[in-house]
C-alpha cells in the first residue's frame, strides 16, 4: 500500500505505531506528501468549525418513552376476559334455547331453564369479581340489580337505578363492582339480603344516590416501606409507575429527613393489582439499592455525563403528578396506599396523614 | 454508563433504564438525525430512535457503546424518514442562522464550497465523512453503524478526502 493511502488515516491518527512512524519519515523527505496532509488537515479542520444544531424535543420524547408500551399489556388480559365470558354466555343462551325449542313448556324444561339461568348468573358474578378485582369486603354497592336476576325478563325488570345502566352484564364498566352474595358486611339495601352489623359499617355509610358505591372501611393497612439508595430515584420509579396507570401519587409530610411519604390512589378495583406491582417494585428497588451502591457512590464522584444521577432532583416533569388526571374516576372508589421511601437510618414513626382513606 | 442488561430486568428497571439513557444522549442522536435529515425532522427521528431503543433494550448486549448503538438506529430512522418524507440530503448548513464557527475563517474552507463538495460525494463516501468528521466517530465506530468492516471505512474516508481535495484544492489534488 502506497504512503498516500495510508495519508487520512495518519491525519486521523488511526495507525499503528509502526505505519505512523514509517508515514512522518515518508513526509519529510516528500513535499508533496507534506502538502497533502497539510490540505486534509485543513479540510478536517473545516468539518470541525461547522456549528451545531440547538437540539429540542427532549421533554416530549421523555413523554412518549413513559407512555409507550404499558398499557397494551394491562389491557390484553380484560379484552381475553371479556371474550371469553361473552362466548360463555353465548353458549348458554344456546343452549337454553334449544332446551325450550325441543322440549316446549313443560315443568322439566322450565327447571332445566331455570338451573341454567342461575348457573349463568353465577358465572356472571364470579367473572364480573375476577375483571374487577377488588377486595369484596371493602366496596358495597348501595342496589345490587345485576347479580340477583335469573332470567332475561328479570332484567327488564329490574329496579330504576339498574335499568339506568347503560352497559349489558357482559360489558360492565370495570368501576361496577357487583361483590357476591355470601359477603357478609356486603350492604345491600335493595336487595335486604344481608344485614351488615354496625361494627362492620366503619365509617358509617352516608346517604348515597339510588345507584351509588357505598365504601366500608377498609381494615388499617401497613405502609409500603421500601428501603433505597436514593429517595428522589425511588420516587421518579413511583411517579413512572403511577403515570403508567393514571393515577394520583401525592407526596405527604414526613417526620424523619431520611424518608419521604407518598400516597398513592388507585381506584379499589385495580388496588390489589396494583399492590402486587407496588411489592415488585419494593423488591425491584431495593435490589438495585444494594446491587448499585458502590457503583453508583463511583460514579457521583465522577461528576458530569452519567445521565440521571442519584441525589439529583427530578425534572418537573417526571416528578409526581399533584393533579388529578380531567373527568378521571368521579363517583368511584379510591384506595389510598401509603408508601414509605426510607434511606440510610431506620424508620420512625408514621407520618399523621398516611393513612387508610376512602376518597 | 450502563454495559449490559440484566437478564432479569424488571419493566421499571427497563423504564429508569431508557430514561436515563434518553436524558444522556438525546442531544448526541438529535444532532445526528439534523446533519442527515435536518433539524426539522431531527426531534421525530430522536424520538423515534428513543422508542425504538426502548423496545430492543432488552437485546442490547453491550458490545458497543450506548452511543454507537443509538447511532445505528438513529442512522436506520432517518433513512427510513428520509425515504418517508422524500428529503433531500442534508451535509453542513443544518443551521444557517448560526455564526459560522469560533475558528478563524482563514483557517478553514469556505462553507459553502464545503457543502457544495459534499454534494458531489457519493452516498458512501458522505455517510463516512458525515460519521467520522462530523459525528467524531472513530472508524470502528463508523463500521459498526454502517455495518462495513473498518477497512472499508477506512478506504471510503481516503477516497471521499480525494474528491473533497480536487473540489476545493483542484491544484494540489493534482498531485
Known amino acids: ?359 | 454508563m450502563r454495559e449490559d442488561t440484566h437478564p432479569q430486568t424488571t419493566p421499571i428497571q427497563a423504564r429508569l433504564e431508557i430514561d436515563a439513557i434518553a436524558r444522556e444522549h438525546y442531544d448526541a442522536v438529535f444532532r445526528f438525525c439534523a446533519r442527515r435529515i435536518g433539524p426539522d425532522h431531527a426531534a421525530d427521528a430522536a424520538q423515534e430512535t428513543f422508542l425504538t431503543a426502548q423496545k430492543a433494550l432488552k437485546k442490547f448486549r453491550g458490545e458497543s457503546s450506548v452511543s454507537t448503538w443509538l447511532f445505528g438506529i438513529a442512522n436506520n430512522e432517518c433513512r427510513r424518514l428520509a425515504r418517508k418524507e422524500r428529503l433531500a440530503p442534508v451535509t453542513l448548513e443544518i443551521d444557517p442562522s448560526r455564526p459560522a464557527s469560533e475558528h478563524s475563517e482563514s483557517a478553514i474552507v469556505n462553507r459553502q464550497a464545503l457543502q457544495d463538495a459534499m454534494l458531489k460525494l457519493s452516498t458512501e463516501h458522505r455517510d463516512v465523512v458525515i460519521l467520522h468528521e462530523l459525528d467524531g466517530l472513530t472508524y470502528e465506530e463508523s463500521a459498526e453503524i454502517l455495518g462495513v468492516p473498518v477497512g472499508t471505512v477506512k478506504s471510503r474516508l481516503h477516497h471521499a478526502f480525494m474528491n473533497l481535495r480536487k473540489s476545493l484544492f483542484p491544484a494540489g489534488a493534482e498531485l
Open chain 1, 1 to 359: 500500500m502506497s504512503y498516500r493511502d495510508d495519508l487520512k488515516a495518519f491525519v486521523d491518527g488511526e495507525l499503528n505505531q509502526a505505519r505512523t512512524e514509517e508515514i512522518r519519515v515518508a513526509i519529510e523527505r516528500d513535499p508533496a506528501l507534506a502538502t497533502e496532509v497539510s490540505e486534509l488537515r485543513h479540510l478536517t479542520s473545516s468539518f470541525q468549525a461547522v456549528p451545531q444544531v440547538e437540539p429540542y424535543g427532549l421533554d416530549e420524547t421523555l413523554r412518549a418513552l413513559r407512555l409507550a408500551e404499558p398499557r397494551d399489556v394491562s389491557r390484553s388480559p380484560d379484552w381475553r376476559l371479556g371474550w371469553r365470558l361473552g362466548l360463555g354466555l353465548a353458549g348458554a343462551g344456546a343452549f337454553l334455547l334449544m332446551i325450550n325449542t325441543l322440549s316446549g313448556p313443560s315443568g322439566f324444561a322450565s327447571e332445566v331453564s331455570d338451573m341454567a339461568a342461575s348457573s349463568t348468573s353465577a358465572q356472571e358474578s364470579v367473572a364480573a369479581s375476577t375483571i374487577e378485582r377488588a377486595p369484596d369486603q371493602y366496596v358495597a354497592k348501595a342496589e345490587r340489580p345485576a347479580a340477583n336476576l335469573r332470567s332475561s325478563e328479570d332484567v327488564r325488570a329490574a329496579p330504576p337505578s339498574a335499568a339506568k345502566d347503560p352497559q349489558p352484564p357482559t360489558t360492565r364498566r370495570r368501576n361496577e363492582f357487583t361483590p357476591p352474595r355470601s359477603q357478609a358486611n356486603v350492604v345491600s339495601p335493595g336487595a335486604g339480603s344481608t344485614k351488615p352489623t354496625q361494627k362492620d359499617l366503619a365509617p358509617p355509610l352516608r346517604a348515597e344516590p339510588p345507584n351509588a358505591i357505598a365504601l366500608l372501611a377498609p381494615p388499617k393497612e401497613q405502609p409500603l416501606e421500601i428501603r433505597v439508595d436514593s429517595l428522589e430515584e425511588a420516587e421518579l420509579a413511583l411517579a413512572t409507575l403511577a403515570a403508567e396507570h393514571d393515577l394520583k401519587l401525592e407526596p405527604v409530610k414526613s417526620t424523619e429527613a431520611n424518608q419521604k411519604a407518598l400516597v398513592l390512589e388507585v381506584p379499589e378495583d385495580q388496588a390489589e393489582a396494583m399492590m402486587v406491582k407496588l411489592k415488585q417494585l419494593q423488591k425491584t428497588l431495593e435490589e438495585t439499592s444494594k446491587r448499585t451502591t458502590a457503583s453508583s457512590r463511583a460514579a457521583d464522584t465522577k461528576g458530569a455525563g452519567d445521565g440521571m444521577k442519584r441525589g439529583q432532583t427530578p425534572p418537573d416533569d417526571v416528578k409526581p403528578k399533584v393533579e388529578s388526571k380531567p373527568g378521571a374516576k368521579l363517583n368511584k372508589t379510591v384506595r389510598k396506599i401509603p408508601i414509605i421511601l426510607v434511606t440510610g437510618k431506620p424508620v420512625g414513626p408514621l407520618p399523621e396523614k398516611v393513612g387508610n382513606e376512602a376518597g
